[in-house]
């Protein structure tokens, strides 16, 4: 570990960091979403073993790219380059992986900012400030450009502290709370009549959908989202981890997490909306479909909560601060990329690179405000259905087929001296070259 770019002080660290980067408004709203329009435990099924199975290889090779790399990622990448087109070819992907983690920042911010406007409503409720309350409530542009910048603040002011300082510091501090946030509001639903059969309905596959190619491109997406991968965070975060830590055993411990907090928050949504059924509320669409998207998170739950009386102030903050919270664990990661790559390449020092970056995703995020209908779709079809599945796929073919089978090894065996007589070096190399890139392709092209 570089004393001059920083790094995880620890495993725990590591862990809290990568598993905050992991776990965002991709598993407590987008997992459960995703479940709740594609047949429910069925499409669970299949995230777990897509997950594991294609997005875990994938992470890894992110991750020792970074290790290896010990830079951001076009540093890293051009590392383990041997000629100039190589070089070229890893420039492309680096820096495609850096723009892509703006991209994704730049709208992420916009719906952290909702979560944060309906995270204040509560508050300002039960103070009577009525007026106010609707504002936070209704979508406008004032408020949407005011609580993007405001979160965009947040993460800026994170980032600037750096490696140890910043993320990880942050990153022990807000993961325990959004666990801790997540269980209790998951025990306080099951309390409530409904749940059960919500729990019911979320835990009984319908096995006649496993197959079905929407669902297999949905959870795939679902998972690649989840992991970040494809966008250079998780290279980065790499390049950050000790030459002593055993990087099989911490990304599994990643990809535990992330996946089971997806599951969590499943446990939570599906069930609250069966309360609200109980209620009187409307959760199916007029196909018949649980009701999902936008509507899901900011009708259907708030009028659960309202519905709780007193208590349901509470419940509603503590919901829309735990999104918030995942919401900025992540954040924080995708600004690292880009700013990483500003400080290492052009010699910009931390803190003004930061601001400088901050700020230009925040003009982007004021453009998508401004243009809601074109570019906020557009940017998120760009970045998350065409580049991350595309970069992510590019990482493998880099590390199965350019990087030397002996340099991976000679990488990997620090921190695990007995790797190779183990599963995973039987597996993950031809797994990476062959079978990840070609699952990403199919599936890639399949939803085109
Ligand atoms: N993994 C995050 C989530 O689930 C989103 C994310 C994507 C974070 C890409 C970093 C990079 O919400």
Sequence with gaps: MSVSRGGFSS???FIMAAAGSAVGLGNIWGFPTQTASN????FVLVYLVLAFCLAYPAFMAELLIGRY???NAVTSMQKMSRNLW???????IGFSGIICAALILSFYGILAGWMMSYAVEPVTTMLGFNDLSSWLTAQSITRNLFFTALFMMLTISIIRRGVEQGIEKWSKRL???LIGLLILLIIYVFTLDGSREGFIAYLNPDISRVFEPDLLINALGSAFFSLSLGTSVMVIYGS??????????LGAQVTLIDVSIAFLAGLLIIPSMYVAQAQGVAIFGDDGSLISGPNLVFDILPTLFDGMGGIGLFVGFGFFVLMSIAALTSSI??????????????????????TFIGFGIFIISSLIILNFDVLFGFVISLSTVYGQPLIAMFCCVFVGWIW???????????GNDKVEYGLFWKIWPWYTKFVCPSAIAIVFFHSL
């Excluded at 000790?242 to 055993?249: A, C, G, I, Q, R």
């Design 175 to 177: 993961m325990p709370m």
């Design 404 to 414: 030397q089978r002996s340099d991976i090894l000679a990488e990997i065996k620090q």
């Design 11 to 13: 495993r725990f660290g």
């Design 240 to 249: 950050y981890i000790s030459k002593k830590e055993n990087l099989v055993t």
């Design 39 to 42: 047949g429910g435990a069925a």
């Design 333 to 354: 990661s995708m600004l690292e990329g880009p700013v990483s790559f500003v400080v290492e390449r052009h010699n910009i020092e931390r803190k003004k690179a930061t």
């Design 86 to 92: 190589q070089k070229r070819f890893a420039f492309i």
């Design 69 to 71: 790399g010990q830079a």
